[in-house]
């Protein structure tokens, strides 16, 4: 993909709080007569501070555009720019550096290393930056903490429930401090009570002003912690809702329920 | 992490462990008794051409190896000891004759004279009796690994070699035949009558040089001497001896190829369960890379898992192996390890478990960090 060399910079008219920008993204999948054009022109961007929600129904297109933002799939056509770094003409390993310094994922399966232990999981977020010893230990124990699972550090993903190891995976996700982060369907596998403590979570974490979190979604519940939602059908965007009021219903509610646990 | 990723993987299908270890240890222990059978059978080759004290070997054209020379003129010694350079020339004899066992039957032996005094070839490794009791009446030495084959029990016993009678004097210890065919040592006068060879022959001329000759120079002078002998060093020797036993009668390429098929065995099933260990964990190592890992990253996983996979196969298999070689110890055919034989089986079991490794890095490779999203 060759871009004109004024589009690989961040546009000028953008607010220094967007961190991720997508503009014209056409993605096609398969090849000859298999082939499949699953994003048509989707432009979008991410500001800091926010927790924006993709909703659309099944094969609209909402994975393969979190590929795309995650880095992990390339744009047909159309530019990517992550923390204000332009993605065009990246090979995998550059791809993956940028991902590195930049992105963190939350999937709907967890996808934790079932051999390693809670800390140990989200060390490895650590060791992939080179981040190793005791300082390492230092970050992952506090990123658990900051999670809720300060006890559960020595404990294996098969002996937690969903919600504790999605809890993990945001921790995970969470140690390297990334620009952006991206979440699959991060309530799909858990019951409500759980799925609603993630989503907690997910918008508290977004409340930090460096950065902006994604979750790809259909659960309505899930529509309250946002403060955006876009909704895609057929590999375009056809709509976005500002929700400034919901979140803050949302966190009202989730400060009265801390001051009621603590009574 | 590398190391704990790759270590907890290996041991979390212990089942598909218990494989890859039996992979590896099958391959190195075929390995080490061939290789340790191919060494062994090189030392017992070269054995008497390395304990005889002499630099030039003077012997019939064309001889092969030691136990099948022909006899030359005895005066070929004189030839040898009137050449400059030449500090003593050493007459030996030796051929294959009849044992007649006393408890009934015969069995193939190598008859080997020497003078004790000459210091040319001399029995070592004893462990009863004195080569200096090789003087008495019918004395032989005999080594203990056959004194079954040979139908006797120990020192003092009697035999029949030829048409006279022979008393074991003495008993040594390791000197063994890669012919299976036992070493009788006895003086050079009753060596030539056991095996009925005139007064005017003998089977070798050990040439030993004065310090500071020059030992080409000595054997060319040596040879225009004994047209009719031929005339090596001790390494041509050697080599001659190595080149006929073990390649021309295609007894070493068995060995090696032996070996080799090893190799290719260990290396083809841990390839095949490092695979499928792989694509086990291949959502994990998708997940990896969706994390920003390098390729390096993921290479170093892979590599450390077969790395351990070797040194832990490698340390079973030399337990298994080092057990064959004790147990054969006392055989005919002994099985040899070396510290340096010891070395090369590590240096091959990580060699072909990283070998092993490419077909799993070929496959994580070929990944799509978007499946972490289709779980």
């Not at chain 1, 003409?89 to 709907?108: D, M, T, Y």
């Not at chain 2, 120990?154 to 065919?181: C, H, M, P, Y």
């Not at chain 2, 310090?211 to 120079?217: F, H, R, S």
């Not at chain 2, 225009?224 to 002998?229: E, G, L, N, R």
Request: net charge positive.
């Amino acid at each position: 993909m060759t871009m004109p060399a004024q589009a690989m910079t961040m546009p000028a008219t953008q607010t220094s709080n967007v961190v991720l920008e997508a503009r014209d993204i056409v993605k096609e999948l398969g090849h000859g007569a298999g082939k499949v054009r699953a994003l048509k022109g989707v432009s979008l961007s991410l500001n800091a501070g926010e927790l924006t929600l993709l909703m659309g129904p099944s094969g609209s297109g909402k994975t393969t555009l979190l590929s795309i933002l995650g880095c992990i799939l390339t744009p047909t056509q159309g530019s990517l720019f992550v923390a204000g770094q332009p993605t065009a003409g990246l090979n995998p390993e550059q791809l993956a550096v940028l991902r590195r310094k930049h992105v963190g994922f939350i999937f709907q399966s967890y996808n934790l290393f079932p051999t390693l232990t809670a800390e140990e999981n989200v060390r490895v977020a650590l060791d992939v930056r080179h981040q190793r010893g005791s300082e390492a230990i230092v970050r992952a124990q506090r990123a658990l903490q900051q999670v809720g699972l300060r006890h559960k550090l020595k404990s294996y993903p098969a002996n937690m429930s969903g919600g504790e190891q999605q809890r993990v995976a945001v921790a995970r996700a969470l140690v390297g401090a990334p620009a952006v982060m991206l979440a699959d369907e991060p309530t799909a596998a858990l019951d409500s009570e759980n799925g609603l403590a993630v989503m907690q979570l997910l918008s508290e974490i977004a409340r930090d002003k460096s950065r902006a979190v994604l979750a790809v979604t259909h659960d309505p519940r899930t529509v309250p912690f946002a403060n955006r939602v876009l909704r895609i059908e057929d590999g375009l965007i056809v709509g976005e809702e500002r929700r400034t009021e919901g979140v803050e219903t949302v966190h009202e509610l989730a400060r009265n329920r801390k001051r009621k646990a603590n009574a | 992490m590398t190391f704990t990723l790759a270590f907890r993987n290996l041991f979390y299908d212990r089942i598909r462990l218990v494989v890859t270890l039996v992979g590896i240890l099958f391959s190195i222990v075929l390995v080490a008794v061939q290789l340790g059978l191919y060494l062994g059978a090189r030392t017992m080759i070269i054995s008497m051409i390395e304990q005889a004290d002499g630099d030039l070997w003077v012997m019939a054209y064309g001889t092969k190896n030691f136990e099948e020379a022909q006899p030359i003129p005895a005066r070929e010694k004189f030839a040898a000891l009137s050449t400059p350079g030449v500090a003593k020339a050493i007459p030996l004899i030796t051929s294959f004759t009849d044992w007649r066992k006393p408890t009934g039957g015969s069995t193939l032996v190598v008859v080997i004279g020497a003078e004790a005094e000459d210091n040319g070839l001399r029995p070592w490794n004893v462990i009863e009796g004195d080569v200096s009791g090789l003087g008495a009446r019918d004395a032989v030495m005999i080594d203990k690994t056959y004194l079954a084959e040979l139908g006797v029990n120990g020192v003092g016993d009697t035999a029949q070699v030829g048409a006279s009678r022979v008393r074991i004097t003495g008993l040594t210890e390791g000197i063994r035949s890669f012919t299976v065919t036992p070493y009788i040592f006895t003086t050079l006068s009753r060596a030539r009558s056991l095996l009925d060879m005139p007064v005017d022959k003998i089977t070798y001329v050990l040439a030993k040089l004065e310090p500071g000759a020059d030992i080409e120079v000595v054997r060319r002078q040596i040879s225009q001497k004994v047209p009719d002998s031929e005339v090596l060093t001790r390494d041509e020797f050697r080599q001659r001896s190595l080149d006929h036993w073990l390649f021309a009668t295609g007894a070493g390429v068995a060995l090696i190829g032996g070996a080799i098929l090893g190799l290719v065995v260990g290396t083809v099933i841990v390839a095949q369960t490092l695979y499928s260990s792989t694509k086990d964990h291949l959502n994990e190592f998708a997940t990896l890379r969706a994390l920003g890992s390098s390729s390096g990253y993921i290479h170093k996983v892979i590599l450390t898992q077969a790395g351990l996979a070797a040194v832990l196969g490698y340390m079973l298999g030399m337990t298994i192996a080092l057990t064959i070689v004790y147990l054969s110890e006392h055989t005919a055919l002994p099985i040899v390890m070396t510290p340096a034989l010891a070395a090369l089986l590590l240096a091959l079991t990580v060699a072909m478990c990283a070998i092993s490794a490419l077909s799993a890095i070929g496959k994580v490779m070929r990944i799509d960090p978007a499946m972490v999203f289709n779980r």
